[in-house]
Every structure is written in C-alpha cells, then in structure tokens.
C-alpha cells in the first residue's frame, strides 16, 4: 500500500517562495506519474504541475516561469519549488502518485500567499 505524504507549507508574502516535498512510501512499481494539484475554497481541485515516469512535465498557465517540479527518484520524492507568488496561489496543495493508473493522494498542505 502506498502512503503519500507532503510537507512545506505555511504563510509567505507575496513574491516570496515557498518548496513543497512529498515522499511515497511502499511498492512503487509502475509508477506512471508524480504531480501536485491545488485547491481553493470554493474552487475546484486543479493541476498544478505534473512529471511523468519518464521526466517529461507539465505545468498550469497560471503557474508556468514561477513553479518547477522536479524530482529524486532514489528518495521516491517529488518536490514543488514555488517563486514569486501570488495571493492567488493560496490553497491546499495535494500531491499526486499515479501507480499502473491509480491514484494515490496525500492529506494536503496548506500555502497561503499575504498581499
């Protein structure tokens, strides 16, 4: 069974950064994909930034020359660096482990961005 687990949230001003982890732990096997979502209240849970098994990403309009994913597969950890942020990037922010087409969630960490 994997568990997801993230870390690294917390209050920023704007235009400051923030690094968000998420470790997996347990059978990685058939790993397709690592990724990040967000969401805002009253919103709908939306795709951040996203690595597939083969390194290739991808990255929200809203988020592109800000946010890099990047990876340390040895750790089986994906990481999130957040620059220059926004008050509108405020949300919980939930990792993502696709495994043979399943997707595995951690609990979320809170980022809120002060104007």
């Known amino acids: 069974q994997v568990q997801v687990a993230e870390s690294g949230g917390g209050l920023v001003q704007a235009g400051g950064s923030l690094r968000l982890s998420c470790v997996a732990s347990g059978n990685m096997f058939g790993l397709n994909s690592m990724g990040w979502y967000r969401q805002a209240p009253g919103n709908q849970r939306e795709l951040v930034a996203v690595?597939?098994?083969?390194?290739?990403?991808n990255y929200a309009d809203s988020v592109k020359g800000r946010f890099i994913i990047s990876r340390d597969i040895t750790k089986n950890t994906v990481y999130l660096q957040m620059n220059n942020l926004k008050p509108e990037d405020t949300a919980v922010y939930c990792c993502?482990?696709?495994?043979?087409?399943?997707?595995?969630w951690g609990q979320g960490t809170q980022v809120t961005v002060s104007s």
């Open positions: 993502n482990m696709r495994i043979s087409g399943r997707d595995k």
């Open positions: 690595m597939s098994s083969r390194g290739g990403t």
